[in-house]
T-cell receptor
Framework: QQPVQSPQAVILREGEDAVINCSSS?????VHWYRQKHGEAPVFLMI?????EQKGHEKISASFNEKKQQSSLYLTASQLSYSGTYFC?????????????FGPGTSLSVIP | DAGVIQSPRHEVTEMGQEVTLRCKPI?????LFWYRQTMMRGLELLIY????????DSGMPEDRFSAKMPNASFSTLKIQPSEPRDSAVYFC??????????????FGSGTRLTVV
């Protein structure tokens, strides 16, 4: 079952912060985050494996609450280059461990 | 490493024709995934292989779709006969396992398929 992402879309001015949320109805083993720019392939950002784990990538970080089956992606001091669609992908304990199901994506636009 | 290589980048074909998409995963990666992306349905997993063996093909839309992985460095996705509703971007991705789960996927550039 596909994870749910919110918001669907967000517009930021350079320097502003944003949070993108991802939740699942299934018990999660891991959460992946990817960014896709228009006309390009998705690019891996980070993976979170443990409950409560936080990871960072440049000024982008994420948290994973295993108990709530939720993950959040934090973008701080946004730059124009952050624009794109962000996908979370989940590996569930209730299905095969070896595949990631992607959410519908969150469109992020950073304007000057 | 050259990354995941897909061909062709673009394919335009007439309804009813056979289409073959190709993928070369990253050397050493033992998992290969085929995804289809459309505006309406997002990124859909079609099929994945582990060590060249198909593990889960539950996402393959119907019998018109088939996929093979004859060796560790090559996979194909075939649509026969093709229909306009098959128009989408098809991505191949590869990764490997590190004991606690899959590493992040590396996606190929995709094949944009248009069936007219």
């Amino acid at each position: 079952q596909q994870p749910v992402q919110s918001p669907q879309a967000v517009i930021l001015r350079e320097g502003e912060d944003a949070v993108i949320n991802c939740s699942s109805s299934k018990a999660l083993y891991s959460v992946h985050w990817y960014r896709q720019k228009h006309g390009e392939a998705p690019v891996f950002l980070m993976i979170l494996l443990k409950g409560g784990e936080q990871k960072g990538h440049e000024k982008i970080s994420a948290s994973f609450n295993e108990k709530k089956q939720q993950s959040s992606l934090y973008l701080t001091a946004s730059q124009l280059s952050y624009s794109g669609t962000y996908f979370c992908g989940t590996e569930s304990r209730e299905t095969s461990y070896d595949k990631v199901i992607f959410g519908p994506g969150t469109s992020l636009s950073v304007i000057p | 490493d050259a990354g995941v290589i897909q061909s062709p980048r673009h394919e335009v074909t007439e309804m009813g024709q056979e289409v073959t998409l190709r993928c070369k995963p990253i050397s050493g990666h033992d998992y290969l995934f085929w995804y289809r992306q459309t505006m309406m349905r997002g990124l859909e997993l079609l099929i994945y292989f582990n060590n060249n063996v198909p593990i889960d093909d539950s996402g393959m839309p119907e019998d018109r779709f088939s996929a093979k992985m004859p060796n560790a460095s090559f996979s194909t996705l075939k649509i026969q006969p093709s229909e306009p509703r098959d128009s989408a971007v098809y991505f191949c991705a590869s990764t490997t396992h590190r004991g606690q789960g899959l590493l992040g996927y590396t996606f190929g550039s995709g094949t944009r398929l248009t069936v007219v």
